[in-house]
């Protein structure tokens, strides 16, 4: 699992230097500044960050608002605004991209956090709600106090353990999430199946399937009547 990769695009470099440096400090990967338009979206292309901090007032020709339709325009995204002061017709551009959310200069750092914790959680549910087989490939969860990146290859199972949700992984990992199962079950993509009422698996996974159980790596899971047919009718598809 990755740590949310975030670039940041501001042409004060002394407050751009902050901004990474309070980003390092809450755990987050954080690639060097882009200040003009261009560097920000070569960044973007090249890096493919998770989050775009993205000052509106940028040197040059084109400013924040232009990457910022950019952004939307190629890539899966969400940014959030910095702003000191701007003008009645600049809002109005900006309102224009939808932004996830807005920074007003000065700002804490736990407005920081808070900003970019709100928008991924915001970006993730608009995923969870777009039509079922849309093909998605990672998912963040929260962890403390950061959320983090999980790609669905890397997920062996899902089960329920007392009032835990517990996430086991290829690295043989296992993290703990207090979520239901059933809330869980709607933000996986169709390589997931349940096969009992307690677990969901990965079918790219599964090493064997017998009568009352399937094996995935050095695990035995219980494979329930109700749900035997829908598992192999998947698995034959």
Do not use: W
């Amino acid at each position: 699992m990755n740590k949310v990769k975030i670039a940041v695009v501001e042409d004060e470099l002394i407050i751009a230097d902050n901004i990474c440096s309070s980003l390092e400090s809450l755990g987050y990967q954080v690639f060097e500044p882009a200040i003009t338009f261009t560097e920000g979206k070569n960044l973007v292309d090249k890096e493919r960050p998770d989050i775009v901090i993205l000052d509106i007032n940028l040197s040059g020709r084109k400013d924040g608002i232009d990457l910022a339709h950019y952004i939307k325009e190629n890539y899966d995204i969400p940014f959030i605004f910095l702003t000191a002061h701007a003008d009645k017709a600049t809002i109005e551009r900006a309102k224009k991209v939808n932004p996830p959310a807005y920074l007003v200069k000065p700002f804490r750092e736990e407005e920081l956090y808070t900003s970019i914790e709100v928008a991924i959680f915001n970006h993730e549910q608009n995923k969870a709600n777009q039509p079922q087989g849309s093909r998605k490939q990672f998912i963040y969860i929260k962890q403390k106090n950061q959320f983090l990146k999980l790609r669905f290859e890397d997920i062996l199972f899902l089960k329920v353990e007392h009032v835990y949700l517990d996430i086991y992984t290829v690295q043989g990992e296992k993290h703990m999430l207090r979520e239901s199962l059933n809330d869980f079950e709607t933000k996986l993509n169709e390589d997931f199946i349940r096969i009992h009422r307690s677990c969901i698996v990965n079918v790219n996974h599964i090493d064997l399937i017998e009568s009352q159980a399937i094996k995935i790596a050095s695990y035995e899971l219980p494979l329930a009547r109700k749900y035997r047919t829908s598992l192999m009718e998947k698995i034959e598809r």
